[in-house]
């Protein structure tokens, strides 16, 4: 009866640890091509990294994350990166091939099915070739950069 208890301990044992030629811990990566530009993440203990390169050069980040990041490619040629920030602030950025980014807290932007909608402030900020990727909203009245009368006519609400 010792022996089996015994067997059966070492075969647990075995059984919970890591196969043979893995490794534990191992970071998660992921990576999105998109266009002139590229994403890639990697996940290690408890700390998110993540580095977009084009044709500005190369940015990385690093955080605890609650959720993300996350990448999507708009019209083969814009990056998007989300993600949440440990202490729930959620983030959005669009990185444009040829060098601009803009970024807004995720409150601002909506989503209407596959389309993101920034505020209209944000299209005067973006390269003529890129605006049409995007849907726009009226809801973000600020004093410092209020919307003109001429554009609430682009706002799809």
């Not at 647990?12 to 811990?25: D, E, F, I, K, R």
């Not at 590229?38 to 203990?45: R, T, V, Y």
């Not at 490619?73 to 980014?101: K, M, N, Q, R």
């Amino acid at each position: 009866m010792e022996m089996r208890i015994g067997s059966l301990l070492l075969l647990t044992a075995v059984l919970a640890g890591p196969a043979h030629g893995q490794t534990v811990n191992a970071p998660i990566a992921a990576t999105l091509a998109c266009g002139t530009l590229k994403a890639e993440s990697s996940h290690a203990s408890a700390t998110s990294r993540w580095t977009i390169s084009g044709p500005a050069g190369k940015t990385t980040e690093a955080g605890v994350l609650r959720n993300g990041p996350r990448f999507e490619c708009i019209d083969g040629a814009i990056l998007v990166v989300e993600f949440t920030s440990s202490a729930g602030h959620s983030l959005f950025t669009a990185y444009f091939p040829d060098g601009t980014d803009i970024s807004y807290g995720r409150q601002q932007i909506d989503r209407r099915g596959t389309r993101f909608v920034l505020p209209i402030q944000a299209k005067a900020r973006i390269a003529p070739a890129f605006r049409a990727a995007f849907d726009y909203h009226c809801r973000l009245e600020m004093p410092a950069d209020p919307i003109q009368p001429a554009t609430r006519a682009d706002c799809v609400f």
